[in-house]
C-alpha cells in the first residue's frame, strides 16, 4: 500500500508541475490561431477585401522632395471598378480626392524640405479602406543672397470709371508692410496676355445662357495676335473647354459649345483655372461670370480667398441676376480686379467692353523688396496715387514671400478630355453616397471685409487702398478627379492641339496651384 501511495503522489507532483509550467510554455511557443475562414463561411466584404492593396509610388519613404511634387499611388483590386476613391493626406490633411486611375496629384511641398508624412486611403465601395504613409526627410539648405522682384499690375480709373492714361512712374509709391519701395521698372506698354473666361452654365442659366455665349464671344475681340485665352464652364464639375489658344475659331466653339445643368462649383472653377494659369508667365487675368451662390464645390470661400491670395491674376467678377455680391466682390477685391453686377445678359456686352478697356490701359511696375526673407509670410502691398484728381486705384493686396521653382519638364497635364456628361436614368436600387452629394454652401456678408473701393470717396492727393490684414491658412480639399486619359497641353499658351468638338468638355482638377506669386 506505502508503495501504491508513493507512485499517487510522485504522479501529483510531476502532474502539479507541468500545468505551473504551461502557461509559460505557451507564452514561449504560442499555437498560431486558425483562420476564421477555416471554421465559417466568407462574408462578401472579406471575400473583396482579398488583394485590395495601395502603395505609393512617388514619392519614396524618405525622399528630400520641396516645390511642386507630384505624389501618385498605384491600388490593386480584384476589380478596379469597385475602387470608390483615393485620399491624399499631407500631414493628416486632406488635399486631394481622386475617383478615377491614374491616382495623383501636384502639392506644393514648400521652399525648403522638411519632414513630411505623406498619406494615401484607398477606400472600396463596400465601405472598407486601405491606407499606406511615407516619410519625406528634412534637410538644411543654404542659399546666396537673391533679390526678390514683385511684379505689380495696377488699374486707375477716374470719376466716370474709365481707365486714366498718361500717367508716370512719379505719380506712385509702392509700400510693402508699410516699408516704401523703390520702383525699379514702370511700364505703360501694352504686354501679351493669358486670359480666362469662365462661365457658370449651371441649370440656373437656361434661358438666358445664349446672350452669355455671344456676350463672351464679342469680347474675344480684344485679342491680339500675342495673346492667348481659354475657356472654362462650370456646373457641379469644372469642365475645361478650350486651352490656350489664339485661334479664335476655336475659342469662339467652345463657348458655343456650353449648355446649362447642375449645381454651381464656382470655388472649384476658380481654383483650378488659377492652377492652369500658374506656370504662365505673361499677364494673367480671368474673367469670371456666375449668377448665384456656390453650391457645389469642395473649397470653401476662405481658401478660395487665400488662393487667390497667393495668385498673381486678375480677377474680374461679373455677377448676373441674384449672384452673391460680397463673394464676388472679396475674390475681386483681393486679386486686384473688379466686380460689376448686372440685371440681365443684356447688359453684359457692355461690361465686358469696360473690362477690355481696363486690360488695356494698365500699368506695370517692378520692384526689389527690401526684405529678403523668404519665410513664407503675407507681405501688405499698398499703392498710392500722388497727385490731382478723383481716382481709384486697384492693385493686388499682397503676396506670399515663398521662393519659386520652376515645373517639371515632365510633369503631366492637370486635363483630360471625355465627352459631355448624360442625364443617366436613377437606379432605384442603388443607396446614396454621402460623399458625392453637393455640399451647399451659404454665403454670409464677410463682417471684417474691406468697403469696395468703387463704392468709397477716393482723396484726390493720396489714393491709396488698405489691404486686409494677414490671411489665416485653411487646409484645402479638393473634389474628385477626371478620367485616366490624360492629353497633352502647352503651357507656352500656343495653339497644340484641335479645338474641341461642340460638347467636348476636359475635367479640369481643382487643387492648389503651385506656383508662388509676385516672382523671385
Avoid at 490633411?93 to 486611403?121: C, H, I, M, N
Avoid at 486601405?130 to 495696377?154: A, C, F, Q
Avoid at 494677414?470 to 495653339?495: M, R
Wanted: glycine share 6%; proline share 9%; charged share 25%.
Amino acid at each position: 500500500m506505502s508503495g501504491r501511495c508513493t507512485r499517487v503522489t510522485v504522479f501529483t507532483l510531476l502532474l502539479a508541475a507541468a500545468l505551473a509550467a504551461a502557461p509559460a510554455a505557451l507564452a514561449q511557443s504560442p499555437v498560431p490561431r486558425r483562420s476564421p475562414n477555416a471554421t465559417r463561411a466568407v462574408t462578401a466584404p472579406q471575400a473583396a477585401r482579398r488583394g485590395f492593396e495601395i502603395k505609393i509610388i512617388e514619392p519614396a519613404d524618405g525622399a528630400i522632395i520641396m516645390g511642386p511634387s507630384r505624389i501618385s499611388v498605384r491600388v490593386k483590386a480584384d476589380d478596379t471598378a469597385r475602387i470608390a476613391r483615393v485620399t491624399f493626406y499631407v500631414d493628416d490633411q486632406v488635399v486631394f480626392v481622386d475617383t478615377e486611375a491614374p491616382y495623383q496629384t501636384l502639392y506644393d511641398f514648400g521652399s525648403t524640405p522638411r519632414r513630411t508624412v505623406v498619406k494615401a486611403v484607398a477606400t472600396h465601395t463596400a465601405g472598407y479602406s486601405v491606407e499606406t504613409s511615407v516619410v519625406t526627410r528634412e534637410l538644411k539648405l543654404s542659399y546666396s543672397v537673391e533679390v526678390r522682384r514683385v511684379v505689380l499690375t495696377v488699374t486707375v480709373t477716374g470719376p466716370d470709371g474709365m481707365p486714366v492714361t498718361g500717367l508716370s512712374r512719379e505719380n506712385f509709391r509702392v509700400f510693402e508692410d508699410g516699408t516704401a519701395q523703390e520702383i525699379l521698372e514702370f511700364d505703360v506698354e501694352e504686354r501679351p496676355l493669358r486670359l480666362a473666361l469662365v462661365l457658370d452654365t449651371s441649370g440656373s442659366m437656361r434661358g438666358q445662357l445664349t446672350q452669355v455665349q455671344l456676350a463672351a464671344a464679342g469680347f474675344l475681340d480684344v485679342l491680339l495676335p500675342e495673346d492667348r485665352a481659354m475657356v472654362v464652364d462650370f456646373d457641379d464639375q469644372v469642365m475645361l473647354l478650350q486651352d490656350l489658344t489664339g485661334d479664335r475659331t476655336a475659342l469662339r466653339d467652345a463657348l458655343m459649345s456650353t449648355f446649362a445643368r447642375g449645381g454651381t462649383a464656382m470655388y472649384d472653377a476658380i481654383h483650378a483655372t488659377l492652377r492652369r494659369l500658374a506656370p504662365q508667365k505673361e499677364r494673367k487675368a480671368i474673367v469670371l461670370l456666375s449668377d448665384g451662390g456656390d453650391t457645389a464645390s469642395v473649397m470653401d470661400k476662405d481658401n478660395t480667398l487665400q488662393a487667390t491670395r497667393a495668385s498673381d491674376v486678375l480677377i474680374y467678377a461679373i455677377g448676373i441676376g441674384g449672384a452673391d455680391h460680397s463673394v464676388l466682390k472679396s475674390i475681386s477685391r483681393e486679386a486686384g480686379g473688379r466686380a460689376y453686377f448686372v440685371g440681365s445678359a443684356d447688359e453684359l456686352a457692355g461690361v465686358y467692353q469696360k473690362i477690355a478697356d481696363e486690360l488695356r490701359h494698365q500699368y506695370i511696375m517692378a520692384y526689389a523688396s527690401t526684405n529678403p526673407e523668404y519665410d513664407g509670410k503675407w507681405r501688405k502691398l499698398q499703392v498710392e496715387f500722388r497727385g490731382k484728381g478723383d481716382y481709384k486705384v486697384r492693385f493686388r493686396r499682397g503676396y506670399y514671400a515663398v521662393r519659386s521653382r520652376p515645373r517639371p519638364l515632365d510633369q503631366p497635364p492637370v486635363t483630360e478630355e471625355r465627352p459631355a456628361p448624360e442625364e443617366a436614368e436613377p437606379d432605384p436600387q442603388a443607396e446614396p453616397d454621402p460623399e458625392s452629394e453637393p455640399h451647399p454652401q451659404e454665403t454670409q456678408p464677410d463682417p471684417e471685409a474691406e468697403p469696395d473701393p468703387e463704392e468709397t470717396q477716393p482723396d484726390p492727393e493720396a489714393q491709396q487702398t488698405e489691404p486686409d490684414p494677414e490671411p489665416e491658412h485653411h487646409p484645402e480639399e479638393t473634389p474628385p478627379g477626371p478620367d485616366p486619359e490624360q492629353q497633352e497641353s502647352s503651357d507656352n499658351g500656343a495653339a497644340a492641339e484641335a479645338p474641341p468638338a461642340a460638347g467636348t468638355r476636359r475635367a479640369v482638377r481643382p487643387s492648389p496651384p503651385g506656383s508662388p506669386p509676385g516672382g523671385s
